[in-house]
């Protein structure tokens, strides 16, 4: 079975402290995308990142792409109340066409 | 920009009722899926559509059937509600892009409680 295990499963922190969320796989990705999903919405598409190596940032989001390609990382710095949702890691593994989602991490930022 | 709409957001159904959820994309996606999200427990695939006409079963499939009889129209039907399968129901479409990217585009969610 093919899984993405996403770490830690619950965090609550206060509004700007830093943060980081860890999605990892046995499996290769050919690429690997982050949602996240706000209380009693569908999940929304942050960002994909598709070279091993490649970081990519989205105002105070850093998100990376392991070198070997089986584990991605988002980071959050000063978070914000607004950064509070459930954040899931999803994609292909490499050779296959089902797409997976990770097990999730629900974030709380306190103000 | 893509949108993905669910028929309720919110419904109520008795044991035994035959109910159906309805999800329509309007970006002339080819793929389209129907999740259940419990806590504790994600994501799960119950179906898929890559075309129309044609469904594939996800990882849960019992319980559940699909329709797809328009590309842009995807049904989920419960043949038979039992009180198991109050959830979240997500609908989700996706295109399928050169270099094996893929985005899957959600609705906003269809929260079933069966009493």
């Known amino acids: 079975t093919q899984l993405l295990e996403q770490s830690p499963q619950f965090l609550s922190i206060q509004e700007g402290e830093n943060l980081t969320v860890y999605c990892n796989s046995s499996s290769v990705f050919s690429s690997l995308q982050w949602y996240r999903q706000e209380p009693g919405e569908g999940p929304v598409l942050l960002v994909t990142?598709?070279?091993?190596?490649e970081v990519k940032k989205l105002k105070r989001l850093t998100f990376q792409f392991g070198d070997a390609r089986k584990d991605s990382s988002l980071h959050i710095t000063a978070a914000q109340t607004g950064d509070t949702g459930l954040y899931l890691c999803a994609g292909f593994p490499s050779g296959t066409y089902k797409y997976i989602f990770g097990t999730g991490t629900r974030l709380k930022v306190l103000a | 920009d893509v949108k993905v709409t669910q028929s309720s957001r919110y419904l109520v159904k008795r044991t035994g009722e035959k109910v159906f959820l309805e999800c329509v994309q309007d970006?002339?996606?080819?793929?389209m899926f129907w999740y259940r999200q419990d806590p504790g427990l994600g994501l799960r695939l119950i179906y898929f559509?890559?075309?129309?006409?044609?469904?594939e079963k996800g990882d849960i499939p019992e319980g559940y059937s699909v329709s797809r009889e328009k590309k842009e129209r995807f049904s989920l039907i419960l043949e038979s509600a039992s009180t198991n399968q109050t959830s979240m129901y997500l609908c989700a479409s996706s295109s399928w892009t050169s270099g094996g990217t893929d985005t899957q585009y959600f609705g906003p969610g269809t929260r079933l409680t069966v009493l």
């Open positions: 970006m002339d996606h080819e793929n």
């Open positions: 990142v598709v070279t091993g190596g």
């Open positions: 559509s890559y075309d129309v006409k044609m469904k």
